[in-house]
T-cell receptor, first 114, second 116 residues
Framework: NAGVTQTPKFRVLKTGQSMTLLCAQD?????MYWYRQDPGMGLRLIHY???????AKGEVPDGYNVSRLKKQNFLLGLESAAPSQTSVYFC?????????????FGPGTRLTVL | AQSVAQPEDQVNVAEGNPLTVKCTYS??????LFWYVQYPNRGLQFLLK??????LVKGSYGFEAEFNKSQTSFHLKKPSALVSDSALYFC??????????????FGTGTRLKVLA
């Protein structure tokens, strides 16, 4: 049982390049989330998904796209990276059940955009 | 607006002393409150939660938190701090404005440093 895994762990991009971050969970969770963590700002929600085939915008969605083609996977895409997207990205998942279940987090992806 | 505040960026405490990490919230309705811990270069790990019931909640690694509705607070506590408790702590609350789709609001985090 690996929990929540993220690929890659580190990445350096040049401005304008694109990339996809992969999140996978093996707990059969319905909900999945993408957050970014920046110093002094805590975690901010980028996009989330309430089930396979569904996605929704969070607090800071601009410049990102997501897809959830399979229940266990949640992909975060950057179409044209900008230095402002330099951050640590965390994926999380949780059971549904009324919003009172904790989230399980992946180890993070550290992205630098030059 | 719904919000969570962690008023202290850093808390220093001597090993063996009690510790408190503060969290206050502002949400409509009944709050669902969570504490997470983040060790260096790791993801967040769940510590404890308050949903309903007893105001004193016990969690992992000897931590507990006290829900105070009148003060809208959910402070994290531990009777005797360990050096290994040094980490970044986040308070979070379920966003009640999104009925049926569950999102959470996180505080900005408090760095706990336990001194030997």
């Amino acid at each position: 049982n690996a929990g929540v895994t993220q690929t890659p762990k580190f990445r350096v991009l040049k401005t304008g390049q694109s990339m996809t971050l992969l999140c996978a969970q093996d707990m059969n969770h319905e909900y999945m989330y993408w957050y970014r963590q920046d110093p002094g700002m805590g975690l901010r929600l980028i996009h989330y998904s309430v089930g396979e085939g569904t996605t929704a915008k969070g607090e800071v969605p601009d410049g990102y796209n997501v897809s959830r083609l399979k229940k266990q996977n949640f992909l975060l895409g950057l179409e044209s990276a900008a230095p402002s997207q330099t951050s640590v990205y965390f994926c999380a998942s949780s059971w549904v059940a009324g919003g009172y279940n904790e989230q399980f987090f992946g180890p993070g992806t550290r992205l630098t955009v030059l | 607006a719904q919000s969570v505040a962690q008023p202290e960026d850093q808390v220093n405490v001597a090993e063996g002393n009690p510790l408190t990490v503060k969290c206050t919230y502002s949400v409509s309705g009944n709050p669902y409150l969570f504490w997470y811990v983040q060790y260096p270069n790791r993801g967040l790990q769940f510590l404890l939660k308050y949903i309903t019931g007893d105001n004193l909640v016990k969690g992992s690694y000897g931590f507990e938190a006290e829900f105070n509705k009148s003060q809208t607070s959910f402070h994290l506590k531990k009777p005797s701090a360990l050096v290994s408790d040094s980490a970044l702590y986040f308070c979070a609350v379920r966003d009640p404005t999104t009925s049926g789709t569950y999102k959470y609001i996180f505080g900005t985090g408090t760095r706990l440093k336990v001194l030997a």
